[in-house]
């Protein structure tokens, strides 16, 4: 069974910075992407930053020069490097995979970031 395990949400300033894991276990198959989405109360989850099985990588324009995504393939890990936080931010952060033939979906359960002004 996949399981995606998040960690490094927390309270930060504006300004600051944060990083955030997402460590994937129970794989059996290829995985095509990884990536972060964030949701607010009432709102869309929108993607973040996505880096596929080649290391290109997606970002968000509101994300573009302050966030980071990068991932180690031997420990099925993925990171969101998180620099110049601003309130709008703030927002429950999910770690997504897919993968497999069928690109396969699964979420992580959350964690949430909080930017204070």
């Known amino acids: 069974q996949v399981q995606l395990v998040e960690s490094g949400g927390g309270l930060v300033q504006a300004g600051g910075s944060l990083r955030l894991s997402c460590a994937a276990s129970?794989?059996?198959?290829?995985?095509?992407?990884m990536g972060w989405y964030r949701q607010v109360p009432g709102m869309q989850r929108e993607l973040v930053a996505v880096?596929?099985?080649?290391?290109?990588?997606t970002y968000a324009d509101s994300v573009k020069g302050r966030f980071t995504i990068s991932r180690d393939n031997a420990k099925n890990t993925v990171y969101l490097q998180m620099n110049s936080l601003k309130p709008e931010d703030t927002a429950v952060y999910y770690c997504?995979?897919?993968?497999?033939?069928?690109?396969?979906?699964?979420w992580g359960q959350g964690t949430q970031v909080t930017v204070s002004s």
């Open positions: 129970g794989i059996s198959f290829s995985i095509n992407r």
């Open positions: 997504n995979l897919m993968g497999g033939l069928t690109w396969s979906n699964y």
């Open positions: 880096i596929f099985r080649g290391s290109s990588t």
